[in-house]
């Protein structure tokens, strides 16, 4: 080893063993920052990766369209032939059965159990020849023999199912077992879905619908030749009239999100709590590095006296935060496969196991270098201060500014000390005003605490607020579902006028029902950029309407209002006048009242106010309940007296679609929560402990003159509780303003359709609970770290 | 070694402490620092501590005043046992009864001069604080800093400071004044004006207990003890100081040779 080096490393020895506890806090932020960096990192290429894999077996649609009832098979034929950028296409058909028609029995021990929890639609299907291919756990493409049926990986999950359990379908003419084989990826089925596919053989497929029970449906699913119009082609499918297209439709864009939705946000969730806590390692670090040359500027003086090169100063200095963040890299990395690992268990179960390739070593390293590179660069900018400090001032005054600073400090400090604090004293607490002074003449110094605070604040309260966002019930309101407790969807069955006046009598009549309203769904055409498009209008009275509108109002009378994706497609805005034309009827035009975000029908839907009339294609009614049974018990109640209608407890249902997402959430707001408290709780913990190694003779001269420990207590005490609280309260201002636009931006980026995000917070937890947890927090590490003054030597602190 | 010197007995002694030791158990082997110091310091004495650097000649202050708490022993100020007074009580008396002039005029740089010499005044009697704002416009004009009283405090020369410090002390009227090295971070016309200073609150009447090096600021004492490795190891009396009395120094540097300083 070289002198030079030699000398440098004996120096990093030292400071490492002089410094524990400052050493440990700064190293334990930059450690954090590393590992939720890398994590972020990792289960976001995990994923990408995943989803990829999956996709490259299962070959998912560029464009699907789900329908039920009678289609024109001819008119399909007719239109792929008309489209040569249709590589292939298909008509997958499938069985639809509700959840209660649904049980599973495990011969072995005896265990049963039934599906009805599960509101979404359970589709019998037989795998697919082409493409769109459901993949069992080993990612092959399963084929099941007579009598056997694979699940989906969610329902083992959920209902804890083993290959070998028996599933019992409850059809028209008796029930019908299958043996449960396996369990099946499905790429354009995930989470968000409202639907989900069992996979039979073509035997017991036939012989499921022989049996009655099941309602038929159908996705007509196309690839294309490429993958990126799948927007465009949606839009050419629209226009033509002849196609079948009752259902919801979803380009290949679409599945990638939905796919990525949650995992992606919880990723993504994580790079941005590791920001955070790298901007507060970052403060950190510019707060002890400033404080060390203070405390060393006397052999800085030195060593530029006796001729060292500032670079070789610095250098010394900076070859202990390069060592501490090289080794924060390491840990921090080498802990975050460990995180990754178990992250990323369900994407391997839904999706796939990721292979190991060039990226997933190449992502976390990238992440890693970029904090390395960003802590050092930062350091290296604060030590750049070592070449301002002037051999004399350093020596002689012990001081790290140069004649000029000297002079305009002393004159900002003659000019604030002018007018007297103390000689118009007539009492009070002369030792809070001492520490009021002491705050405001020391904010910059201070100003660390806030910044901090605020910083945690954020860090905790956005993942929490997106958690319960999510999880209220209101959250569909925002998605275009009203906040009712029951609906009830009438469509493809004969006679579906009678059938609606029947529900809507039933339930008129019931006592435990309140607010029925009914709706129609009309296929509307509108002019696009395709000629006349499929524009599908809901309409009926709403006036006493839920949802909530991004822009404008519910629509009145000779109004319509147009949900989010349609007013970008169609350029609409409140007060525009669309023109619309029912079937071959004359065109008429209504006025948008206003704009509303929607995830419902593909994200592409409008509502009219209008009278119900008959002959709508399908019927949508809302009630809510005003006692007596729970929503479930209700519709199930309803769903058997009306078979041919689909009857659920909206929130329930609400709630099962984003279940996943809701999980992710919470374990992301868990995480930035226990993040929080730690920063908090280390920050103010390192923090005191510089300021009171600086303040002892400032203490020990006020012990001297008569201050007790307790008042010199109170004084830190007191100042930090301001700080501390401060900064909580300008993180939750903060959160609530600017953090819900932030976080609504990002989402809306994701082309879900939700482009305007409000957080539904639990003000109890996040506006109260959280900064009181915070503050107690900060306080108590303050209570901690000053409860050594009482036993101190003081006048160790006046002659140290 | 000087031994069987006399310990000289003062009435109505307000400082006095007996057997006071202090060891230090962070250092290895532990160091002890005071080895059972005996000492009265009489009403309106001014008393210099001498002794070479180790000696315990700040330790020893440090723990008369209760800046410090010693290993063992007692301390009385006016007749009250200051060594058994919890942390509040012990501020208390630091605050209305003793006062503290340090080699470094240590001040807040948030307040201006006058402020800093308020600040344990108005804690002393926050009641009255038109008594206390006019007792140290009275001291401040005395000592000859009334015109910079308004000044930041780096804005006036260390004599001005240390002048400042003993306005501070003097402002609550205590029975005891400490002053550690009060001229050790002073030049020589600014150690005078500080000297000067100090000789006139004792000519006033404060009891005034100074820890020096400098036997020219010694010579001021009404008398000087020496301290070395812990212990008091002798002490001359030099009675009250004159400005004509040219022979005094000589006196005390012939008695410091004498005691190997």
Known sequence: ?800 | MKTGFVMPQHDHAPLACRNLTKTYHSTDPATEVLRGVDLTVGRGEFLAVMGSSGSGKSTLLYNMSGMDRPTSGTVHLEGRELTTLKDAELSRVRLTRMGFIFQQAYFLNNLNLQDNILLPALKAAPGDSEAVVSRVDSLMDRFGIDHVRRHGVTQVSGGQLQRASICRALATEPAVLFADEPTGALNSSMTTEVMDALTDAHSGGTTLVMVTHDPVCAARADRVVYLRDGRITDSRELGRWRADDGRREDELFAWLSGNGF
């Open chain 1, 1 to 800: 080893m070289s002198r030079q080096g030699g000398i440098r490393f004996r120096y990093l020895r030292r400071d490492m063993v002089q410094n524990k506890g400052v050493n440990l806090t700064l190293l334990l932020m930059l450690v954090l920052s590393a590992f939720l960096m890398a994590t972020g990192s990792m289960v976001m290429e995990r994923l990408v990766g995943a989803v990829d894999q999956l996709f490259d077996v299962a070959k998912p649609p560029h464009f699907l369209q789900m329908h039920k009832g009678e289609y024109d098979e001819a008119a399909l034929e007719r239109f792929a032939a008309a489209h040569p950028e249709i590589d292939s296409w298909l008509i997958e058909e499938m069985l639809g059965f509700d959840g209660a028609s649904l049980a599973w029995e495990r011969p072995s021990t005896g265990e049963s159990g039934d599906l009805s929890s599960r509101l979404i639609d359970n589709l019998f299907v037989t795998q697919n020849e082409e493409f769109d291919f459901l993949i069992d756990e080993t990612g092959a493409i399963p084929e099941p023999a007579v009598g056997e049926v694979y699940l989906p990986v969610g329902y083992q999950q959920s209902f804890d199912l083993q290959a070998g359990d028996e599933l019992r379908i409850r059809t028209e003419s008796g029930i019908r077992v299958l043996r449960i084989e396996g369990f099946v990826r499905d790429a354009q089925m995930a989470s968000l879905l409202s639907s989900t596919r069992f996979l039979v053989s073509t035997a017991d497929f036939e012989a499921l619908a022989a049996a009655g029970g099941g309602t038929p449906e159908i996705i007509v699913e196309y690839r294309l030749d490429d993958p990126g119009t799948g927007a465009d082609f949606q839009r050419v499918y629209e226009a033509d009239a002849a196609v079948p297209k009752n259902g919801q439709g979803v380009t290949y864009e679409q599945i990638r999100l939905i796919n990525a939705f949650s995992d992606g946000l919880v990723a993504l969730a994580l790079v941005f709590v590791s920001m955070l806590v790298m901007v507060i390692a970052l403060l950190n670090v510019r707060f002890v590095i400033r404080g060390m040359l203070t405390d060393e500027v006397r052999e800085i003086g030195a060593m530029k006296a006796i001729g060292l090169p500032d670079r070789m100063i610095s250098g010394l200095y900076l070859l202990k935060y390069r060592a501490m963040t090289l080794s924060a890299c390491l840990v921090g990395g080498a802990a975050a496969v460990v995180a990754t690992h178990l992250l990323t268990g369900g994407i391997e179960d839904n999706y796939a196991e990721a292979e190991i390739g060039p990226a997933t070593f190449l992502v976390p390293t990238l992440a890693l270098s970029l904090v390395y590179l960003f802590v050092v660069g930062i350091c290296r900018r604060v030590l750049g201060r070592v070449r301002r400090i002037e051999v004399v001032n350093a020596l002689v005054h012990g001081s790290t500014l140069d004649e000029r600073q000297t002079a305009r400090r002393a004159r900002r400090q003659a000019r604030r000390v002018r007018r007297g604090r103390l000689d118009g004293y007539r009492g009070g607490n002369l030792n809070r005003r001492l520490a009021m002074l002491e705050l405001r003449s020391e904010a910059r110094s201070w100003l660390l605490i806030p910044l901090v605070f605020c910083l945690a604040s954020i860090l905790m309260t956005l993942p929490m607020n997106l958690y319960t966002t999510f999880d209220s019930s209101r959250f569909g309101t925002y998605l275009g579902v009203p906040d009712s407790e029951l609906r009830v969807d009438l469509q493809f069955s004969d006679g579906l006028d009678a059938l609606r006046g029947d529900v809507l009598t039933a339930m008129g009549n019931d006592d435990r029902l309140t607010g029925v309203e009914s709706y129609a769904n009309l296929t509307y055409r509108i002019e696009g950029d395709e000629g006349w498009e499929t524009f599908r209008v809901e309409v009926g009275d709403y006036t006493q309407s839920t949802i909530e509108y991004i822009r404008g109002g519910r629509p009145g009378a000779g109004q319509i209002a147009v949900s989010a994706l349609n007013a970008e497609r169609y350029r609409l805005s409140p007060g525009d006048v669309l023109a619309m034309r029912l079937g071959d009827d004359e065109v008429v035009s209504v006025e948008v009242s206003g704009v509303y975000q929607d995830l419902t029908g593909g994200g592409y839907t409008a509502k009219m106010h209008g009278e119900v009339t008959a002959d709508a294609a399908a019927y949508v009614v809302f009630a809510d309940i005003v006692g007596g049974g729970t929503p479930a018990a209700i519709a199930s109640e309803y769903g058997g007296r009306f078979p041919n209608a689909t009857v659920l407890p909206t929130r329930e249902y609400m709630k099962q679609t984003l279940s996943y997402a809701v999980d992710s959430f919470r374990g992301a707001a868990l995480l930035a929560l226990v993040s929080g408290v730690a920063v908090a709780a280390l920050i103010t913990s390192m923090f005191l402990k510089l300021r009171l190694a600086s303040d002892r003779r400032r203490m020990g001269m006020l012990s001297a003159i008569g201050f007790s420990a307790r008042e010199l207590r109170n004084q830190v005490q007191g100042n930090a509780l301001v700080a501390i609280a401060t900064g909580v309260v300008a993180g939750a201002v903060l959160s609530a303003t600017v953090g819900e636009s932030m976080v609504g931006s990002l989402i809306a980026m994701a082309g879900l359709g939700i482009t305007d995000l409000s957080f539904i917070p639990n003000p109890l937890l996040v506006y109260v609970a959280y900064p009181l947890l915070l503050i107690a927090t900060g306080y108590l590490s303050t209570v901690f770290l000053t409860a050594g003054l009482r036993g101190a030597d003081k006048s160790g602190w006046l002659t140290s």
